[in-house]
Every structure is written in C-alpha cells, then in structure tokens.
T-cell receptor, first 109, second 115 residues
Framework: GQNIDQPTEMTATEGAIVQINCTYQ??????LFWYQQHAGEAPTFLSY????GLEEKGRFSSFLSRSKGYSYLLLKELQMKDSASYLC??????????FGTGTRLQVFP | EPEVTQTPSHQVTQMGQEVILRCVPI?????FYWYRQILGQKVEFLVS????????KSEIFDDQFSVERPDGSNFTLKIRSTKLEDSAMYFC?????????????FGDGTRLSIL
C-alpha cells in the first residue's frame, strides 16, 4: 500500500528553526517533493530530493534517506508568512504524486 | 513567472448536473494532471495525461469523469451526473517534459460545491 506520514500540526516562534518530518512507504519511488500550501490556495513547489542527502535552497533545506523511507524539511529564520501547511509527496513509478496529509505550521511572534 | 490557470475559481452546481473544469497549463509543459482535495483532507491524484491520452488514473476516476485537451492550450475535466461527495477543490497541474526532477506546478484550483 501507499502510506505517507507527517505530524498534523506544529508551532514555532518567529526567527526559530523548525524541522518537519515525513516517513513514507510506497510501491515505487521516483523522488520526494515538498510543497507549501496556504489555506485555500494551490500547493507551491519548495524542494525535490531523489538521492540521499541534503538539498539547500535559501531558508529551506530538505533531506532524504531512501533506506529509511524518511525525509525532513528544515525551515530556518522563520517568518510569519511561513505559517502554512507543508505537504510531503512521493512521485511513484507511474509519475503521480502521492501526498501526505500535510503539516500545519503556525509561526508565532 | 508562467503559471497554471484554472477557471472558474468557484463552481456551484445541482446534484446530477454535469460540470466542466478548465485549465490552461504552462505553455511548454507536456504532462498534465488533475488532483482533488476534499476539505480538510489530503490532496488525491485523479488522472495524468500525456501525448493526448490518459497515462494513469486512480480508482476515483471512474466513468463519471473524463479529460480532454480540445486544443493546444486547454485541458479540461468533465464530471457527469455530479454527486454530493464530488464537492472538493480540484487542482490542475502540469510538468515540463525534460528531467525527472521537474516538479508539477499547480493552479489555484476550482472549488466545486454540489448542492
């Protein structure tokens, strides 16, 4: 079966660092994507990992361990506008994205 | 920056009626998708489309649903005989053809409300 797990909610303080974890069990794997989704809006692409290791992109970094079926998204220097849902998605062998339920992050001043 | 556009932003329809949701993918993209998100739930894959035919479809995408690329720019999702449980946000996405790391880019969605 296909299963992607993320924490439902997280809170953090402006300026802090937060790590959002994602574990997955899928029948195929062709990369893991992180998307940001503000309420009522479209998912917006943040990062992509297909090889083990860390990908850094400004304030956002994403890590992948294929052997452990594990990824995390690291957000540094949090800003109020980072309050959103963060979606972990695996692309399977059929090129479709399988999404987790998303992690709702609330950033407080 | 080029983007995927969807119309209408909100569609209200009586149960049993047909709806057509419209999408204009990013112009040089070759792969097209429809997803839906029921309120408070995760984004679910419906169908993928490439080279003028369906590549993959989910269990949700039954005979009630169809997709079409009627011209070089539009990509539509038709839902026949709508049911209450079809109420959801429907997202269109597209992807460039080159490179496995190309992400799917999503439109702002159409909120479909079935009464």
């Amino acid at each position: 079966g296909q299963n992607i797990d993320q924490p439902t909610e997280m809170t953090a303080t402006e300026g802090a660092i937060v790590q959002i974890n994602c574990t997955y069990q899928t029948s195929g794997f062709n990369g893991l994507f992180w998307y940001q989704q503000h309420a009522g809006e479209a998912p917006t692409f943040l990062s992509y990992n297909v090889l083990d290791g860390l990908e850094e992109k400004g304030r956002f970094s994403s890590f992948l361990s294929r052997s452990k079926g594990y990824s995390y998204l690291l957000l540094k220097e949090l800003q109020m506008k980072d309050s959103a849902s963060y979606l972990c998605a695996v692309r399977d062998d059929a090129d479709k994205l399988i999404f987790g339920t998303g992690t709702r992050l609330q950033v407080f001043p | 920056e080029p983007e995927v556009t969807q119309t209408p932003s909100h569609q209200v329809t009586q149960m049993g009626q047909e709806v057509i949701l419209r999408c204009v993918p990013i112009s040089n993209h070759l792969y097209f998708y429809w997803y839906r998100q029921i309120l408070g739930q995760k984004v679910e894959f419906l169908v993928s489309f490439y080279n003028n035919e369906i590549s993959e479809k989910s269990e949700i995408f039954d005979d009630q649903f169809s997709v079409e690329r009627p011209d070089g720019s539009n990509f539509t999702l038709k839902i026949r005989s709508t049911k209450l449980e079809d109420s959801a946000m429907y997202f269109c996405a597209s992807r460039a053809g080159t490179g496995g790391n190309q992400p799917q880019h999503f439109g702002d969605g159409t909120r479909l409300s079935i009464l």
